[in-house]
DNA sequence: GCAATTTGACCGGT
DNA sequence: ACCGGTCAAATTGC
């Protein structure tokens, strides 16, 4: 890891993942493929990428300031690191004693940063596909913002022990650091279908329940946040709704994440709730079972410009979905107007099925 | 009325 | 003892 891998071993192994992925195309294609046997292609798929990750020193997120420069400019979703910075994370994963679920602090964990970049806006995990309900929120000593709680919302029903905290950057406020804990165990079906929550977590301070407005002008500020939110939010029912049904066609095995169009609100679960608003300003989503790095974002046309998944990964729709907001979920106070991060989804283009984020001006 | 969120209190690890 | 994480009653919204 220290030493800057050779080019010749780097495409070796790129094509080895690609020669993988062709091959996991090929038994998605085939009906008498076992599901057994095309975890094991992902598997190899992932192992390839993180070699290849090793091979040329990756080191986690990129700083601010480069995501912001992103060439495709548009909200720069990531995965963060723990996995391969924190050894605990590191070593949870890998974990794979029932016991270790005992302790919370060894449960599996990793981290995804969001950020939100000016002018594109869309953070990417809107919603990782999971229902999520919020169970607290708490100030973090030595941090500006409140770190938001969350647990799978069947936890009761299926005993599902996940767990996210989402926590924003103090230093850049247009990151959200998410860190889920724990793996899914409950049903994907339940998750995707039942729409999931887009917790929002930490609204800005002065947003959030935690800081309402004391102020008579902060309060007037905060209304026509509000509705503008609102009309937003409105907006952008009407036309948005994230696709997950495909997620694991065979066509888009490890394909970047769109947002289709859909008038058809009421009976999607996946569109963009209100909540999701909240989400900007309080990202929630990432991979269940993903666990570790991962790094990819959107780029003005919503596709996922690259992201990479830990070799643990239950499977790469479970990263897919995480990545993907498709919110039903009802989550996250509807007047908690969100309101930290302005999201102009008004702003937003919408062509076919992928949207975009030219504009430049949120959180303007 | 039900379900989700809020929020102060409590628990447990360090 | 401090602080992060969770619980659970109260509150709020649908």
New binding site residues.
């Given amino acids: 890891m220290d030493h800057m891998g050779d080019p010749k071993s780097i495409i070796h192994e790129l094509l080895q993942g690609l020669e993988l992925a062709r091959q996991l195309q090929v038994h998605l294609h085939m009906p008498s493929s076992s599901q057994e046997t095309r975890d094991l292609l992902i598997q190899k798929i992932i192992s390839t990428f993180e070699k290849v990750l090793e091979m040329v020193k990756w080191k986690g997120p990129v700083p601010a300031g480069e995501s912001s420069q992103h060439p495709l400019g548009a909200a720069l979703i990531r995965m963060s690191d723990s996995p391969l910075s924190s050894e605990d994370s590191d070593r949870d994963l890998k974990d794979q004693d029932p016991n270790a679920f005992k302790?919370?602090?060894t449960?599996p964990r990793w981290t995804k940063q969001i950020r939100v970049t000016p002018g594109m806006g869309v953070e990417g995990p809107l919603d990782d596909g999971y229902?999520?309900?919020?169970?607290?929120?708490?100030?973090?000593?030595?941090?500006l913002y409140?770190?938001?709680?969350?647990?799978c919302?069947h936890?009761n029903v299926q005993g599902c022990m996940a767990?996210k905290?989402v926590?924003r950057s103090d230093e850049d406020p247009t990151i959200f650091e998410i860190?889920y804990?724990?793996k899914h165990t409950c049903t994907v079906a339940n998750n995707v279908g039942?729409s999931s929550?887009?917790?929002?977590?930490n609204?800005e301070p002065s947003l959030?329940?935690?800081?309402?407005p004391q102020h008579q002008h902060q309060q007037n500020i905060l209304q026509s946040h509000e509705q503008q939110q609102n009309e937003l939010l409105l907006s952008l029912r009407k036309g948005l709704r994230v696709q997950t049904e495909n997620l694991d066609s065979p066509e888009q095995p490890l394909v970047p994440f769109r947002f289709p169009l859909s008038t058809n609100i009421k009976n999607e679960s996946h569109v963009f709730p209100?909540?999701v608003l909240?989400n900007f300003t309080s990202p929630s989503y990432v991979s269940p079972a993903a666990s570790g790095i991962g790094h990819f974002s959107v780029s003005p046309s919503g596709v996922v410009n690259s992201f990479e998944g830990n070799p643990n990964l239950a499977n790469s729709e479970s990263q897919i979905n995480d990545m993907i907001p498709a919110t039903t979920?009802?989550?996250?106070?509807?007047?908690?107007s969100t309101v930290g991060l302005e999201f102009p989804f008004d702003q937003f283009e919408f062509d076919g099925q992928n949207f975009t984020f030219d504009n430049p001006r949120f959180f303007s």
């Fill in positions: 302790k919370r602090n449960l229902s999520w309900r919020k169970y607290g929120q708490k100030d973090i000593l030595g941090a409140p770190r938001g709680y969350y647990r919302t936890r767990t905290q926590q860190t804990r724990g039942s929550p887009i917790p929002l977590e609204q959030n329940n935690t800081n309402i209100s909540p909240e979920t009802t989550s996250a106070a509807p007047n908690s």
